[in-house]
C-alpha cells in the first residue's frame, strides 16, 4: 500500500510516528509531507522518513495568510500524491489531505481530537472532502456523523500509551536532580482555532511560581515563545523530544496549552489548564470529569485557578493518586497506534466492521475480554472461532514460554547449541521470519522480558529483511542467522545460488555475527534449498551449524532430544510437513499424540517432561492478537494445508 501522511505540527509527528514505523515494518510506502512548524522539520528530518517539506516558510499569522497557504497546501498534495500513486491519505485537520485525497478520488482521513465547534472554520473545508473523521468518542463532529469512526482513546495514547512510551529518569536528570518539581506550559496561541483566545499572561505566572515555591517545590517554565527575561531563571531548556520523560515525572502541570494537558492525563500527572476553552473541548471534558486526571479554568478566573493549586499541593501522595486514577482511564482505553495500523491496512472493511459493531476495536485493549456475545460483525464468522479457540495469539505464547520456564528448561540459540553452551535441561528456540517482521520484533521483545534468548532466521524477502527490526532482535540479545532459499529463487542453478548465499550472507553480517543458517521450506518449489549442500559445504562459509543436518539429523532425537515445530499452524501437522521435519521420523511428536494445540503443549509440559532437550520452531507471523489478522492467518493456512497435503502424498 503506499500512503501519505500530512504533518502540521510537533504533536502530529508524535501521534504517526509509532504508526508509521510499524507499517513501513509491514512493508509499506510511505510519504510524509510536512510544514515549517516549530520544532516539527527537526524530529521528521531525525526520524529519516522518506519526507517533503511543502510548506518550507512560515505563513503570518492572519486569516488571509491563512488561507493562502491551505491553497498551496492542496496544490503540493495533490501533485504528490498523484505522482506517489497514493492509496491512502491522511492528516489532520487541515484541509489539503481531504481536498487532494478528493479529486484524485483516493480516500483521505482525518484525524483529530477538537470538536467541530472549537475548529469549525477548517472543518467546513476539511469533513465534506474527507472519506472518514477518525476521531476519540466523546468528540464531535457537527453534521457529518456518517463519516466520524469513533475509537475508546485519545490521540495522544498513540504515543504515550504503556505499549508506546517508557519513561527513562535518566532522561529526567539530565535536566533536573529532583522529582518533587512543577511545570509552567506557556502556549503561542496562534493556531486558526487561538483566534480571540486568553490564556496565562506574565503577572498570573510569577503569581503561580511564589504560590508553588512556597509549598516547596522547584518550578520549571516552557514557553513556545521567547521566554521573558525575567522568567529565565526559571527556563526548562531542553531538547523537545525529551519533554515527555520530563513531564512523565512531574508532580504538576499549569498550562494554556490544550494538548499538553492532555499528555500530563496519559502519564497521570494532574495538570490545570487556564484558558478560553476550558469546557469546550470533550476530550478534556472527559478527562477532567470521568476520570479526574485535569481542572480546566476560564481566563477570567483567577481566583478558582488559585484554589485548585492550593488544593493540590495539600496532597501529599499527589502521584500516586493521580496514577491510580490514570490506570482506571487505561484500562478503558485502547492502544491507539495498534488500531490505526489495522484501521488502515484493512480498509474499507476496517471502517464497515466500525460502522456495524464498534465494539471490534475492544480487541486493542490491553487486557481484551471481547467475547462472542459483545461482537456481532459484518463478519460474524470471526466471533465463534476467536471466543473459543485463543490459540495463535501473542499470549498463548507467552504462556507457553512460561510453562518452558516453570518446567525447568533454560532458553538457547541454536549457535549456542552449536558451540556447546547448552547445558543441563534446556530448549533451543528457533523462529522462521518468513512474512510480517514486526511480528517477530514482538516475539523477541516477549522472549528478552522473560530472559529468554532465541534464533531468528531472516529471508531475503522485503516482508522478512527488514534491517531496523533485525537490529532491534540483535539489540535484544538474541541470534540472527540467514533463512536461505537459493535453489528455490534460481531454480535449482547451482553457481548463481552459491553467489548469491555468498552475498546474502555478507549482507546479514552486517547487523550479526552469523554462524548458523536454516534452510526456507519453500514447499511450492520442486526443489529442496538443502541440496546445495550436496555440492558446496556451508562451513567453508563460516558457518558451524544448520538445524536439519546438525540437529534434525542427531542420532539422540527422539531419545533425549524432541523437536516442536507449528508448521501448518498446529504442533502435530506432519501430515501438512512437505520438508520442515527430521531425518530419523516424520514427526517426533508422534512420542506425544496428544499435542496438537498450544495449550495441549503447555499442559503437557506440566506433567514434567523426561526431555532433557527440545527444539521449538515458529513462525511469528502466525501468532497475533489482532482478529483481522488472526482470522485471515487462519483461512490462509488452510488453504496452505491442502496444497501441502497434495505435495506431501505426492514427495
Not at 477538537?114 to 473545508?125: A, N, P, Q, T
Request: aromatic content about 12%; overall charge neutral.
Amino acid at each position: 500500500m503506499k500512503i501519505i501522511i500530512y504533518l502540521g505540527h510537533p504533536a502530529q509527528f508524535y501521534f504517526y510516528n509509532s504508526i508509521i514505523q510499524q507499517l513501513t515494518l509491514n512493508g509499506h510506502r510511505i510519504i510524509v509531507l510536512y510544514k515549517t512548524k516549530d520544532i516539527l522539520q527537526d524530529l521528521v528530518e531525525k526520524s529519516k522518513f522518506d519526507s517533503i517539506n511543502i510548506q518550507i516558510k512560515i505563513r503570518k499569522y492572519s486569516k488571509l495568510s491563512m488561507f493562502y497557504a491551505s491553497i498551496l497546501r492542496t496544490f503540493q498534495v495533490y501533485k504528490i500524491a498523484k505522482k506517489f500513486d497514493a492509496d491512502v491519505l491522511l492528516g489532520t485537520t487541515d484541509a489539503s489531505i481531504a481536498q487532494a485525497g478528493y479529486l484524485l478520488r483516493r480516500p483521505a482521513f482525518t484525524t483529530l481530537e477538537d470538536d467541530y465547534d472549537v475548529v469549525e472554520r477548517l472543518s467546513r473545508i476539511t469533513f465534506p472532502f474527507t472519506k472518514n473523521i477518525i476521531t476519540p468518542y466523546p468528540c464531535k463532529v457537527g453534521k457529518w456523523e456518517k463519516k466520524k469512526i469513533s475509537y475508546q482513546g485519545y490521540m495522544k495514547l498513540a504515543y504515550l500509551h504503556p505499549n508506546q512510551f517508557f519513561p527513562d529518569i535518566n532522561i529526567l536528570h539530565k535536566y533536573i536532580q529532583t522529582n518533587n518539581f512543577c511545570i509552567i506550559r506557556i502556549s503561542q496561541l496562534v493556531a486558526h482555532h487561538d483566534l480571540g483566545i486568553k490564556g496565562l499572561n506574565l503577572i498570573l505566572v510569577k503569581s503561580i511560581i511564589a504560590k508553588i515555591e512556597l509549598a516547596g517545590y522547584k518550578v520549571l517554565v516552557s514557553s513556545e515563545s521567547q521566554i521573558d527575561e525575567s522568567l529565565l531563571p526559571y527556563e526548562l531548556k531542553i531538547n523537545p523530544i525529551d519533554i515527555h520523560h520530563v513531564l512523565y515525572f512531574a508532580s504538576l502541570l499549569i498550562s494554556d496549552s490544550q494538548s499538553m494537558s492532555v499528555e500530563a492525563a496519559m502519564l497521570g500527572v494532574p495538570s490545570i489548564r487556564f484558558s478560553d476553552f476550558a469546557g469546550r473541548i470533550s476530550v478534556l471534558e472527559e478527562l477532567e470529569h470521568s476520570y479526574h486526571l485535569t481542572y480546566g479554568v476560564k481566563a477570567n478566573h483567577q481566583a478558582k485557578l488559585f484554589g485548585i493549586l492550593a488544593e493540590l499541593l495539600k496532597i501529599e501522595n499527589l502521584k500516586s493518586v493521580f496514577q491510580e486514577r490514570r490506570q482506571k482511564m487505561l484500562s478503558e482505553k485502547i492502544d491507539v497506534s495498534a488500531f490505526m495500523v489495522w484501521f488502515i491496512e484493512n480498509y474499507p472493511s476496517s471502517a464497515d466492521i466500525m460502522k456495524v459493531d464498534s465494539n471490534f476495536q475492544n480487541c486493542f485493549k490491553a487486557n481484551s475480554q471481547y467475547s462472542e456475545s459483545t461482537h456481532v460483525s459484518t463478519a460474524s464468522i470471526i466471533s465463534p472461532i476467536l471466543s473459543s479457540n485463543k490459540d495463535f495469539t501473542t499470549s498463548s505464547y507467552q504462556q507457553l514460554l512460561q510453562a518452558i520456564k516453570d518446567a525447568g528448561y533454560n532458553a538457547y540459540t541454536f549457535e549456542d547449541w552449536c558451540e556447546g553452551r547448552a547445558k543441563g535441561r534446556y530448549v533451543i528456540l528457533r523462529h522462521d521470519v518468513d512474512l510480517k517482521v514486526a511480528h517477530s520484533l514482538r516475539t523477541a521483545r516477549i522472549e528478552a522480558e522473560l530472559g529468554m534468548r532465541a534464533s531468528y532466521y531472516f529471508r531475503v524477502i522485503p516482508e522478512s529483511n527488514q534491517p531496523e527490526v533485525i537490529k532491534a532482535i540483535a539489540a535484544l540479545g538474541h541470534e540472527v542467522g540467514y533463512h536461505y532459499e537459493e535453489l528455490s529463487i534460481f531454480e535449482g542453478d547451482l553457481q548463481k545460488s552459491i553467489v548469491h548465499f555468498e552475498n546474502q550472507l555478507a549482507y546479514f553480517r552486517q547487523f550479526y555475527p552469523v554462524k548458523t543458517i536454516s534452510m526456507h521450506g519453500s514447499p511450492s518449489s520442486k526443489y529442496d534449498n538443502r541440496d546445495i549442500w550436496k555440492s558446496f559445504n556451508y562451513r567453508d562459509y563460516g558457518i558451524i551449524g544448520e538445524p536439519y543436518f546438525d540437529f534434525l539429523s542427531s542420532d539422540k532425537l527422539n531419545e533425549e532430544h524432541m523437536y516442536f515445530t507449528d508448521t501448518a499452524r498446529m504442533w502435530d501437522g506432519a501430515k501438512y510437513t512437505v520438508r520442515d521435519k527430521s531425518d530419523v521420523s516424520l514427526n517426533s511428536l508422534s512420542l506425544c499424540p496428544d499435542i496438537h494445540s498450544t495449550f495441549d503443549f503447555i499442559n503437557w509440559l506440566k506433567t514434567n517432561p523426561s526431555q532433557e532437550v527440545m527444539m521449538i520452531t515458529t513462525h511469528p507471523q502466525r501468532w497475533t492478537d489482532n482478529k483481522l489478522e488472526w482470522w485471515s492467518e487462519l483461512l490462509m493456512q488452510r488453504m496452505k494445508n491442502v496444497v501441502k497435503r497434495v505435495l506431501y502424498v505426492n514427495s
